[in-house]
């Protein structure tokens, strides 16, 4: 049995901005599990479910949901009410087919935006976080929700950094495309006090041996500038998926 406050809940004053939730209205909140993204960068299914989307009143309804494999994550069921949701994964509702994308917003850091588009519904960037060899010689890529991907030396992909992006089609299993970072593609700053704003890299430059790099953005004829890190490039001539309204929820 576990103890009040254990490890299945978490006082709402001490939870991630992530969570979207009146802070004073009650003391306890859902903790989420160890998963594909980290606690300070998720939200639980149950707070998704019941506080941000309203499509449950409560935990009894969350659960009797997942339990009736009512919702999907990137394509496959999940039954846990505390499964980490985070950045770029795909919400599907089952029964009413509703697909929502987890961005950044402008109030809280995560935020679903619908999926309008179809053929974007099994689309998922991915951020390549680290990349490392491994025993045979192949190289190794982690992504920012996880997943890790091999190639061999002579893979075209191999030459990818940490920075780059796939575009993974999780119904197919497969990478439909690459996007590197570099100047003249697509951006979405996800995080810091530039959050939800798209738009084209001009520049990336090393300002100082010990600080991070500096990426510079062309928005709306401005040039707006952050740290590497916070950088995520969604794609070549245009967005590969829809950021329409993102950082106005």
């Not at 009410?81 to 961005?103: A, H, Q, W």
């Not at 619908?114 to 991915?126: A, R, V």
């Not at 990426?215 to 590969?240: C, M, N, Q, R, W």
Request: hydrophobic share 40%; proline share 8%; net charge positive.
């Amino acid at each position: 049995m576990t103890k009040r406050g254990g490890s299945t809940r978490l006082k709402r004053l001490a939870a991630p901005i992530t969570y979207k939730v009146p802070r004073k209205h009650f003391k306890w909140v859902v903790r989420t599990v160890p998963g594909p993204h980290p606690m300070d960068m998720s939200i639980p299914l149950a707070v998704l479910l019941r506080d941000v989307l309203g499509v449950a009143r409560n935990m009894r309804e969350v659960k009797y949901m997942l339990r009736k494999g009512y919702v999907k994550i990137d394509g496959k069921y999940v039954r846990e009410y505390r499964f980490p949701i985070g950045l770029m994964d795909v919400v599907e509702l089952v029964p009413t087919k509703e697909f929502y994308r987890i961005l950044p917003g402008t109030t809280s850091p995560l935020a679903p935006y619908k999926i309008e588009k179809k053929k974007e519904s099994s689309l998922k960037p991915l951020l390549i976080k680290n990349k490392v060899m491994v025993k045979g010689g192949n190289l190794q890529f982690t992504t920012h929700d996880g997943r890790n991907f091999l190639f061999t030396p002579k893979d075209k992909k191999s030459v990818l950094k940490p920075g780059d992006v796939f575009i993974y089609d999780f119904k197919s299993k497969k990478i439909r495309d690459v996007i590197r970072f570099e100047p003249g593609v697509y951006a979405l700053v996800y995080w810091g006090s530039k959050r939800g704003v798209v738009g084209k890299i001009t520049e990336v430059r090393k300002v100082h041996p010990l600080k991070p790099k500096v990426v510079s953005l062309e928005v709306d004829g401005e040039v707006i500038e952050t740290i590497f890190k916070y950088v995520f490039p969604i794609g070549k001539e245009a967005p590969v998926i829809s950021v329409g309204g993102v950082g106005n929820e």
